[in-house]
């Protein structure tokens, strides 16, 4: 297994025990079925469930600028759930691992009402100034974010059957049901000396916000520059919504939205392609006012959104 | 809060930060209403789940003879639990660790079907020989085991109406609401040169059987030398089982059992001695056989327990 050299004991005893960096980084993020997915409704599978707890939390390690160590998996198991489902969930959560050099190194496995997936995730650095909090973003920097947005939420659209998703359909849905955690793309962040980072798990509108108050400065992103995923401003357009709808509130996206100073704005492309080639695209700025983010339409008007609920 | 020194970014960030030792101990335990606990039923309060589920996270720490450094909570709970019922289980677990000097540096809560408390307990020690696994018992080693046996099965019987518990009822009943995890005892055993140790959380039947067979050497267990907790014995009298039943198989004790050199006895019990002042009993010993566990009665003959099934 990738990643399991710094493994001194693994599961089978009280405890796992890991060789450690100086500075450890803990994320844990729990998914429960008819809230996080739907497995009993038929709308998720048990591979998809395995592999989104793991990326879900993997991506907070990655919002860090963190290197992936260890993965603890804690689940609860239903009556109903078969044995394959319980195994097709922890192999492709093994994949994901494997994939990002993480080791799955112990849990626990108890009986529970509802399917449920509680990842803890360990990530390292060698110094604190290596990773990056929510809360550096400066007056002036510049907003920027990874990837593409909006996929997931509309892949739940045609998966719930409100939208055809036309010729972009698997697409859409292998971005939800296999979401690529931007580890890489993090650390060549926190390497590039961005000054605050998060990653976009429930819409950038609201995380933009997020990180906004952490910093205590304004965010302005502009709409418009939002980098839609292939197949979204259509979807947006059968469902009746402005094209950056999904973009800005769909959640589940798992790219990172970081600030970094003007005159960094080079070398922190060539970091994230360097990285992978997922690219950076430039959404807004950062300005004195009132902690937060502010959403700006075509013609500089601030735009509420929202209104529209996705319901995962 | 004690421990918190370490802590680096707490929770409010992607993930906490935290700093590191060289070797680092996890452990994760989940607790599910209805399986480990009764709430729902009456029969546990909120804040006995919350110090419950905690010490049994740090009691598998204790185990390894590591220092708890910090904890993280995943909740999932279910519409019918008041914001107070959530507070006080919260409060409770605090107040654990505050004395235990851990941390509780993040977590997470979603939504659930029933109280869901999923504990990621973190711990750290300067080098990995300083902790102490299971498998390293030898022949001719004593087995020692810390404290008293038996209270938290007595008190459950008690709890459900099957025993009355007589003048023990409080006692008992404190046993099974607070446990208290063997921290200073686990690192002192383990500083002492142990060879093996484990916490016993599902009885000692079970838990020296892990034991043995981790270690390749089978235990020898004499059923008569086990540390009864006050009132076990009656309980069990009322239950018409031997005095000996709801020690070896009642679990959630929390003691610890370990394996040491004869030659080391008396600095074993110093040890735990200047630990705290549970003490420590000699129950057994290792011999060359199938790896394991030999309960023995008192004419030296084998004995099959276990047959009592005790419903947490």
């Given at each position: 297994m990738p990643g399991a050299a710094q493994i001194l004991r693994g599961p089978g005893d009280d405890a796992a025990v890991v060789r450690a960096r100086p500075v450890c980084a803990v994320s844990v993020d729990t998914m429960v079925d008819g809230t996080h997915f739907r497995l009993r409704a038929g709308e998720a599978s048990a591979a998809e469930v395995g592999h989104r707890a793991l990326a879900s939390a993997l991506s907070d390690l990655a919002a860090m600028g963190a290197q992936s160590g260890e993965a603890y998996l804690a689940l609860g198991l239903p009556e109903g759930l078969g044995e394959d489902q319980a195994l097709a969930l922890v192999r492709s959560a093994s994949a994901l691992a494997a994939a990002t050099g993480t080791a799955i190194a112990g849990g626990d496995v108890v009986a529970a009402a509802a399917l449920t997936v509680s990842v803890t995730v360990v990530g390292w650095a060698d110094?604190?100034?290596?990773l990056v909090g929510r809360d550096g973003a400066l007056v002036g920097d510049l907003v920027g974010v990874t990837g593409t947005l909006g996929a997931p939420g509309a892949a739940l659209a045609v998966r719930e059957g409100?939208?055809?998703?036309?010729?972009s359909i698997e697409r859409l849905l292998q971005r939800v049901r296999a979401p690529v955690p931007r580890l890489r793309e993090g650390r060549a962040l926190a390497g590039a000396g961005v000054h605050a980072m998060i990653d976009v798990s429930d819409g950038i509108a609201t995380d933009a916000a997020h990180l906004g108050r952490a910093s205590a400065a304004l965010l302005r992103v502009e709409l418009a520059r939002l980098p839609l995923a292939g197949g979204v401003a259509e979807v947006c357009a059968e469902l009746g919504l402005p094209a950056c709808e999904l973009a800005a509130t769909g959640g589940e996206d798992y790219e990172l939205c970081f600030c970094a100073s003007a005159e960094n704005r080079s070398r922190v492309e060539a970091a994230v392609d360097s990285a992978g080639g997922v690219g950076v695209t430039w959404i807004g700025e950062v300005v004195a006012g009132a902690p937060g983010v502010s959403l700006l339409g075509e013609r500089g008007n601030e735009v509420e959104l929202g209104g529209f609920e996705h319901r995962w």
């Open positions: 110094d604190e100034s290596e409100r939208a055809t998703g036309a010729g």
